[in-house]
């Protein structure tokens, strides 16, 4: 089983800063990887998905790069809404297993 | 819209049983294989099980393998969790899901809480 290792576990930042979350593979999963949002009380929410391409709807300031064991989700310019916690999933070869995820708090 | 309706969760005791049903709207339900992950605060989330449209191609975690079991109706566009000797550790909100191109998740539905505790 691969495992998925994100960090930090959480950051405090200010609405428009710029943001980068972290996620490590423990083996490589090419570019087989997802980035979700979760806000409280809601079901996660696809962001990206083959490592770089933004699901539908997703706005601009999130992209995402990597590929084998190490990947980043960028925020350009925190807004509001974005404060939740964000997951990486990969899915290269079962079992698909997901990070613990990094809590993005407001300063 | 898609829309996907979970129903079945619940209180059960240590050893029971519980099945989970998932009605699905909005889109073409046959053309895409659909899962089920749970939650907890302590183990995060968890893939359990994924389902091929046709039904043939069929994955569970090891931590479910030969207690659950997932199927579809595609004539219903229904998807369902039989869980069977459920243990503490299954207790968790359990999340029906749309897989898309990639195999990752590209719909969510509300979860449902599943309870295991005499």
């Known amino acids: 089983e691969k495992v998925m290792t994100q960090s930090p576990a959480s950051l405090s930042v200010s609405p428009g800063e710029r943001v980068t979350l972290s996620c490590r593979a423990s083996q490589s999963v090419a570019s087989n990887l997802a980035w979700y949002q979760q806000k409280p009380g809601q079901a996660p929410r696809l962001l990206i998905y083959?490592?770089?391409t933004r699901a539908t709807g997703v706005p601009p300031r999130f992209s995402g790069i990597g590929s084998g064991t190490e990947f980043t989700l960028t925020i350009s310019s925190l807004q509001s809404e974005d404060f939740a916690v964000y997951y990486c999933q990969h899915y290269n070869y079962w079992p698909y297993t997901f990070g613990q995820g990094t809590r993005l708090e407001i300063k | 819209q898609v829309q996907l309706v979970v129903s079945g969760g619940g209180l059960v005791k240590p050893g029971g049983s519980l099945r989970l049903s998932c009605a699905a709207s909005g889109f073409t339900f046959i053309d895409y294989y659909m899962s089920w992950i749970r939650q907890t605060p302590g183990k995060g989330l968890e893939w359990v099980s994924y389902i091929s449209n046709t039904g043939i191609t069929i994955n569970y975690a090891d931590s479910v393998k030969g207690r659950f079991t997932i199927s579809r109706d595609n004539a219903k566009n229904s998807l369902f969790l039989q869980m069977n000797s459920l243990r503490a550790g299954d207790t968790a909100i359990y999340y029906c899901?749309?897989?898309?191109?990639?195999?990752?998740?590209?719909?969510w539905g509300q979860g449902t809480l599943v309870t295991v505790s005499s």
């Open positions: 083959d490592a770089s």
């Open positions: 899901a749309r897989v898309g191109s990639a195999y990752s998740v590209d719909f």
